[in-house]
């Protein structure tokens, strides 16, 4: 039996489309690290950022870095949220104390004499102020507003907010032999107990009010962005079950641009309306 050649092209079409839709999807999620993109700008939906390239296997030792990284929400509307999930920044030898100053020839200072501001990381009462830490500002600047106390030791700090759709991440190593390793995620969101906050456009809404692009949902390391987990579970109206996307629901189209500071990471394109799930379950995020 014979069949027209063009017959058989179309049949391959049809089997290959098939197999497509049939195929299980992850959502991927972009990892930068502060090092490598010293002085950078990163928008996006969320990403993993690293301390260094060989963070979870090295230390980053090298001594006196001061580096910042920039990341912006992928809209105007929407806020920052950073979050640790793994952390060790110290110095294992500080910085010694700054010598004191000379004595005025009558032996004291005047009292209208300037002082010098200590800043973020140098005053005494900061228990980072002679090693090495981390410090975030609310904005795309350095100068911007500090966001909290410095950041040292070795225990993951709590959640870092911003007001607006920029945060800034510092990075300085003091004194000799640093230690610095740590691994975040930062997420846009925006507050979705007015719905119409999240209406009309490609956003989940978790079950603690948050409204996070559904980009982030069921992304292949298994990220809490929603922070109760309801972005993980399973049976989602997404389409998500076990940290995947099953075969209703088209693959995100993901594209990566760098220009001279700048990395954008374009949200995938969807119009699924997804609603909060009944049920919780415990999971625990893996960014490695």
Request: charged share 20%.
């Amino acid at each position: 039996m014979e069949f027209p050649i063009d017959s058989l092209f179309h049949q391959a079409m049809k089997m290959t489309l098939l197999m497509g839709l049939l195929a299980v999807n992850t959502r991927a999620i972009e990892t930068v690290n502060v090092v490598d993109f010293c002085g950078q700008t990163i928008k996006g939906d969320g990403m993993v950022v690293n301390s260094h390239k060989d963070s979870k296997k090295y230390y980053f030792v090298t001594m006196d870095t001061d580096c910042h990284l920039t990341m912006q929400a992928a809209s105007p509307r929407d806020k920052i949220q950073f979050h640790f999930r793994f952390f060790l920044v110290y110095s294992l030898l500080r910085v010694a104390p700054l010598s004191p100053a000379p004595p005025s020839p009558r032996g004291s200072a005047p009292l209208d004499s300037p002082r010098p501001d200590p800043g973020p990381g140098q005053g005494p009462e900061d228990p980072c102020h002679a090693g090495s830490y981390l410090q975030f500002y609310d904005g795309r600047e350095r100068s911007s507003p500090p966001v909290g106390p410095p950041l040292c030791g070795k225990s993951p700090p709590r959640p870092v907010l911003s007001t607006g759709n920029y945060l800034t991440l510092r990075l300085v190593t003091q004194g000799t032999q640093p230690r610095v390793d740590f691994v975040g995620d930062f997420t846009s969101f925006r507050l979705g107990f007015n719905q119409s906050e999240c209406s009309g456009e490609p956003y989940f809404t978790c079950r603690n009010g948050k409204c996070i692009p559904l980009s982030l949902v069921c992304d292949d390391k298994g990220i809490d962005n929603c922070g109760d987990g309801s972005d993980l579970e399973e049976n989602l109206t997404s389409g998500c079950k076990g940290g995947q996307l099953v075969a209703h629901t088209s693959p995100p189209t993901i594209a990566t641009s760098t220009g001279a500071s700048v990395l954008t990471t374009a949200p995938a394109s969807t119009g699924m309306n997804c609603g909060a799930p009944d049920s919780a379950h415990n999971l625990e995020s893996a960014t490695g």
